[in-house]
Each structure stands twice: as structure tokens, then as C-alpha cells.
């Protein structure tokens, strides 16, 4: 005796059968991302060559078509465009000489990218993605943006910022020197400042012996620009909050991911942070698009050469044209 389908059955049947024919009306401008399903997209094994640079470029324009197309929902478009984005990433991390960690930030108020329609797709933390991201690498001179956070917790508690501060962490900060970040990590210790970043939900920073450079990951960076651009403890003082945001754009080592913004958004705002130590090279940055869309990419990179940003430099433009297009 046949036995009927039950009514939830039957909602559930009737569902996927609506989602099918979605992808079948929109077809290559939705399902298909040049030549590959979404699905394909996750799956597919990449090695790092000039064809896969010459397809992600392309992706991009299908996928800017995607983020307009009426027929699909908002979440169908974040995972279009995250799929591709961590493609990518998968790409030229495989090799595990790159980091990469990236988080979208929402559109800021009142701007183009804020009232356009396409503006629930970047709801911050919609489309963030990472390759390598926990991995901790030799941090370089990224280690002066932990510096900053503990001296600004420092000064919440009462520590008194003299002139020498104003000047040397300028300096640490814009030309990169080492003096003042030095001579906190002697004041303070690095068990003292280790514990206070794990206290923030980050990794130590710094070690006790005299020949292990500090380590971070790109992660913890994403982490770090998130609360500083939010204006959150540790960096909740609007003076020195400032103060930070502002060193940043003016530091003077830009080849990195500056450059990558300014070939593709000559206008944006790029606030960054360098580092490089032997063949080690870094940049963690917040970006402000002419448009109004905002994002956080943190770089590391091993094996290119010393103090050659050239590799953070094709992978940041390539991360800002595939998430927010040309």
C-alpha cells in the first residue's frame, strides 16, 4: 500500500525545486562563475599562474554582475562573491609563504556604496576570509601596532604621554624606527605585554629570548585594525585613536598595499602599517574606497626578498577587484 508524502515533505520538495529553477533562469550570470559552478569554485585545487591572474580578473566582472541581479538573494551574493574571494586565497597561499586576512567593514554612512542598492551585500563581516590567517609569522615592524595598543591602554590608566612620546612614536609609526618601540618592550617586558594581548583575544607578540623576532598573524592584525577602527579599548581615546590613524596614512613605505589601492581607487584613504625583516615582508591596513566601502587586509609574505612589498602589492589589488569590482 503506497504511503502519501507528508505535507512538510512536500514544502520541503517544493523549496529546492524553486532554488533550481532560480539558478536555471539566471544561468551563467549567477550559478556560474567563468566556466565553474559555485560549488567548483570551492573545490578546485589553484596553483599560482598568470592564466589563474588573467581568470580571477575576469570572475570579477561576472561576479559585480551577480551583486546586481534582482533574481538572487542577498546571502546567494555573499556567497558568490566569498567563494571566489577565498579561491583566490587558497591560490597563492597554497605554498604557505603567504598570509592573507581580509574583512569587509560596512559601507560608511551616507555614502554612494551606503545607499546603493547593492549595500546589504557588505554588511560588515559578510564576505571576511583568510588563507594561513592563525599562522604565526615574524611580525616585522606590524609589531609597533601592538606597541601602540598597550601604550594607549597604558595611558586609559593614568600613564602621562610626554613630548618624547608625541615625537618617538611619530617616528616608530611614519619613518618605522625602532628606538621608541624598543624602549617600551625593555619598560614594560614582553610577559607583561603578552598577557594583555591575550587578555584582547590575541597571541603573544614578543618573546623573553634576545634572537626570536616577534610573531604575530594575520589574523590577529585584522583583529587589531578592527578595534581601531571602531574606536574600541584599547583604542577608545579619540587623540590618540586619531593620532594612530592619521600616523598611519602618512607612513612613508607604500609600495605594499597603498599602491594597490591607488592603482585601482586613486582616492581612497589607506591607513597601514609595514614591516620586513630578511625576506620576510607585511603590511596590515584599513582601506576607505572614494565610494564609501571600507575593509581591513592584512599581508604577510615570505621568499620574495628584502623589503620587496611587490607580492602584497598583486594580492591586494586582486582582493579589492574581486569584492568590489575594477
Known amino acids: 500500500m503506497k504511503r502519501l508524502l507528508s505535507k512538510k515533505w512536500l514544502l520541503t520538495l517544493s523549496s529546492i525545486f524553486t532554488l533550481l529553477i532560480i539558478f536555471l533562469m539566471v544561468g551563467i550570470q549567477t550559478?556560474?562563475?567563468?566556466?565553474?559552478?559555485?560549488?567548483?569554485?570551492?573545490?578546485?585545487?589553484?596553483?599560482?599562474?598568470?592564466?589563474?591572474?588573467?581568470?580571477?580578473?575576469?570572475?570579477?566582472?561576472?561576479?559585480?554582475?551577480?551583486?546586481?541581479?534582482?533574481?538572487?538573494?542577498?546571502?546567494m551574493k555573499q556567497q558568490a562573491l566569498q567563494t571566489s574571494l577565498q579561491k583566490y586565497l587558497n591560490q597563492v597561499g597554497a605554498d604557505g609563504n603567504v598570509a592573507v586576512s581580509f574583512y569587509n567593514l560596512t559601507p560608511e554612512a551616507g555614502s554612494t556604496a551606503a545607499n546603493a542598492n547593492d549595500a546589504p551585500i557588505y554588511t560588515e563581516g559578510k564576505l571576511a576570509a583568510n588563507v594561513n590567517g592563525a599562522d604565526r609569522r615574524v611580525a616585522a615592524s606590524t609589531y609597533k601596532l601592538f606597541i601602540s595598543a598597550y601604550l594607549f591602554n597604558q595611558v586609559a590608566n593614568g600613564r602621562t604621554w610626554t613630548s618624547a612620546d608625541e615625537t618617538g612614536f611619530t617616528e616608530m609609526i611614519v619613518d618605522s624606527a625602532n628606538d621608541y618601540s624598543e624602549s617600551q618592550l625593555a619598560t614594560y617586558g614582553a610577559d607583561t605585554l603578552n598577557a594583555y594581548y591575550q587578555q584582547l583575544g590575541w597571541g603573544a607578540v614578543f618573546s623573553n629570548a634576545d634572537d626570536t623576532p616577534a610573531a604575530t598573524s594575520t589574523n590577529d592584525l585584522v583583529a587589531l585594525l578592527k578595534k581601531l577602527q571602531a574606536?574600541?579599548?584599547?583604542?577608545?581615546?579619540?587623540?590618540?585613536?586619531?593620532?594612530?590613524?592619521?600616523?598611519?596614512?602618512?607612513?612613508?613605505?607604500?609600495?605594499?598595499?597603498?599602491?594597490?589601492?591607488?592603482?585601482?581607487?586613486?582616492?581612497?584613504?589607506?591607513?597601514?602599517?609595514?614591516?620586513?625583516?630578511?625576506?620576510?615582508?607585511?603590511?596590515?591596513?584599513?582601506?576607505?574606497?572614494?565610494?564609501?566601502?571600507?575593509?581591513?587586509?592584512?599581508?604577510?609574505?615570505?621568499?620574495v626578498g628584502y623589503m620587496d612589498f611587490s607580492e602584497i602589492a598583486t594580492i591586494a589589488q586582486k582582493v579589492q577587484q574581486i569584492v568590489y569590482g575594477n
Not at 561576479?63 to 546571502?75: A, D, G
Open 231 to 303: 574606536g574600541t579599548a584599547p583604542f577608545n581615546q579619540d587623540f590618540y585613536q586619531e593620532k594612530l590613524l592619521t600616523d598611519m596614512s602618512t607612513q612613508v613605505y607604500r609600495d605594499g598595499i597603498p599602491a594597490a589601492v591607488a592603482s585601482l581607487t586613486p582616492d581612497a584613504t589607506v591607513q597601514d602599517k609595514v614591516g620586513w625583516y630578511e625576506d620576510y615582508n607585511n603590511d596590515a591596513a584599513i582601506m576607505t574606497l572614494p565610494d564609501g566601502q571600507r575593509y581591513l587586509l592584512a599581508i604577510m609574505t615570505k621568499g
Open 31 to 75: 550559478g556560474v562563475i567563468h566556466g565553474q559552478t559555485i560549488g567548483a569554485l570551492i573545490r578546485t585545487p589553484q596553483t599560482k599562474t598568470t592564466a589563474d591572474a588573467t581568470a580571477i580578473h575576469h570572475d570579477t566582472a561576472a561576479l559585480k554582475t551577480i551583486t546586481n541581479n534582482p533574481k538572487l538573494t542577498v546571502t
